[in-house]
């Protein structure tokens, strides 16, 4: 199966009564630090706190009888977890989540709270766990990213973006496997091609850098970063093609940079988010996401679980 605009179309019109149609936000005070005219899609105030819920209803909505019977299972690092557990909640199926180590305890607490069982493991071998836990249970599996029902799902904050915004000129996305900014691009370029859309992952997992460079899927080494939710090791195969083909530039952001950016996005912008959601930002302050005063630039902010452990960090960064 291909992702097109029509599957996307068709994935806004299958979720739209399960999500909410978040907010795009102009933040003003952000625009001198940031050197543009700074706009936020705020998936952080999705029903369960991230973009995440689009693309797991899209496609648990899609299973047959019976594959709802069996329930679902995933890998994840901790949004598309909660994402999936609330459709699976919301559906009545069962649903077990496999959860790296390395994720912060509230995602996991959010997860158990929506009556979804947890498998904590090491953050390489979470997808072979998941895979055991399909084998041993029947569940279907439903994937964080590297899937084109997932990618569907996600283009739809595409979608949103050009109706909420007509004016943008540049979309720039957290990325990680890819689903989300494959899917956000393929909607993007297939309605405004003239819009650029630009990634950002941490420095500390450079996959897609690495990968559009050598012209294919390349697993890196992956550091610890606060971009927790930003982990994978390596682009996803079938999300791959999709980033190469519509994605205008991949940056590779520091974490001091993440943090000081996220800083500001709290501060200065007032929004919550988890640290994740402000690496675009932190691209930008760089200098490796290239933007004009007179710019109106989009950052998608793609998730908001935090906790106050982690908000203790910000007291350490300098402005």
């Known amino acids: 199966m291909a992702l097109t605009l029509e599957k996307i179309r068709a994935a806004r019109e299958r979720i739209v009564p399960y999500i909410v149609k978040t907010p795009l936000l102009r933040l003003p005070a952000l625009d001198e630090y940031f050197g543009c005219r700074v706009f936020a899609k705020a998936e952080c105030m999705q029903i369960t706190g991230a973009f995440k819920l689009r693309g797991a209803f899209n496609k648990v909505l899609q299973l047959s009888p019976d594959e709802l019977a069996r329930g679902v299972a995933a890998a994840s690092s901790g949004n598309h977890g909660r994402g999936l557990a609330y ?27 929506l009556g979804a069982r947890v498998v904590r493991c090491g953050l390489a071998e979470r997808f072979e766990v998941a895979e055991r836990v399909v084998k041993e249970t029947g569940a279907v599996m439903v994937p964080p990213y590297n899937d084109e029902d997932i990618m569907a799902g996600q283009g739809t904050i595409g979608l949103e973006v050009l109706e909420q915004e007509p004016a943008v000129e540049k979309i720039v996305v957290p990325v990680s496997g890819g689903g989300l900014i494959g899917g956000i691009a393929t909607a993007v370029k297939a309605l405004r091609p003239e819009v650029q859309v630009c990634g950002a992952e941490p420095a500390a997992a450079p996959r897609y850098s ?19 939710a930003l982990v994978a090791n390596m682009p996803g195969s079938v999300c791959f093609p999709y980033v190469e083909r519509n994605v205008d530039g991949m940056a590779a952001v520091s974490d001091e940079a993440i943090l000081r ?16 959601s402000a690496i675009g930002l932190a691209g930008v302050m760089e200098g490796k996401i290239p933007v004009r005063p007179d710019e109106n630039v989009c950052f998608v902010i793609s998730g908001g679980s935090i906790s106050p452990e982690q908000l203790d960090r910000l007291k350490t960064i300098e402005e």
């Open 87 to 113: 459709a699976a909640k919301a559906l009545g199926i069962p649903a077990t989540i496999v959860i790296p180590d390395t994720a912060p305890q509230l995602k996991v607490d959010n997860i158990l709270a």
């Open 210 to 228: 690495v990968s559009l460079r050598e012209g294919k899927p390349t697993k890196v080494t992956v550091e610890k970063s606060p971009a927790d």
């Open 261 to 276: 950016a996220h800083k500001k996005l709290l501060f200065e912008g007032k929004l919550l988010a988890e640290f994740s």
